[in-house]
């Protein structure tokens, strides 16, 4: 059970209704973390702005769930792993590649490219730091704005999981 309770609008600041009403109207997500952040709603516009960033970013589709995948596991935030399974699998991520990052195992049948955005986001979140040999990788696959942008998409993420387990969202909060 979630430790927040997501607002009535009843329940709701003008500015807080104004907002949930646009995010419902655009088909935004009203669940799990903007549970949380629907109390903090400039900070929530921002992570809506973000998350539309994210989406067009310079990293294809499949990519970036592969970055989203491996940071909330490696956080085991629930809600966003129940989240972005689907969503990796509509963009192409095979169903063995994501049982092997859920069992924390090295995906044997990704793309090169597959394996630096793993490298890159497991070197990151369990050494907080990115060995020259990553860095050098990931330069000549992706480029700076690349690697930027896998490390926006980590980062990202690595505040949703925060948010979702500080809160305990589950994944039947959507």
């Known amino acids: 059970m979630s430790r927040i309770k997501e607002l009535s609008p009843a329940d709701m600041t003008q500015d807080q209704l104004e907002l ?5 109207a655009s088909g935004g997500l009203l669940g799990g973390p903007s549970i949380a952040f629907l109390r903090i709603p400039k900070f ?5 702005a973000t998350v539309g960033y994210l989406r067009s970013n ?3 589709p499949r990519l970036r769930q592969l970055a989203i995948l491996r940071t909330v596991k490696f ?3 629930r809600f966003a792993w129940a989240y972005h399974v689907p969503a990796s699998l509509k963009e192409g991520v095979e169903q063995e590649i994501i049982d092997d990052i859920e069992q924390g195992r090295e995906p044997v049948r990704a793309s ?5 955005v793993l490298r890159i986001c497991t070197e ?3 050494t907080r730091r990115l060995s020259e040999e990553a860095y050098q990788t990931a330069m000549d696959m992706f480029g700076e704005a690349g690697l930027a942008d896998i490390v926006a998409t980590s ?7 925060l948010t979702l387990n500080t809160f305990e969202i589950d994944p039947s909060a959507k």
Not at 20 to 24: A, D, G, I, K, N
Not at 112 to 116: I, L, S, T
């Open 124 to 126: 990151l979140l369990e």
């Open 112 to 116: 090169p490219k597959d394996k630096a």
């Open 155 to 161: 980062g990202y993420y690595c505040l949703i999981s």
């Open 20 to 24: 949930y009403e646009s995010t419902r």
């Open 44 to 48: 929530m516009r921002l992570s809506q």
């Open 75 to 77: 956080w085991g935030a």
């Open 58 to 60: 310079s990293l294809a």
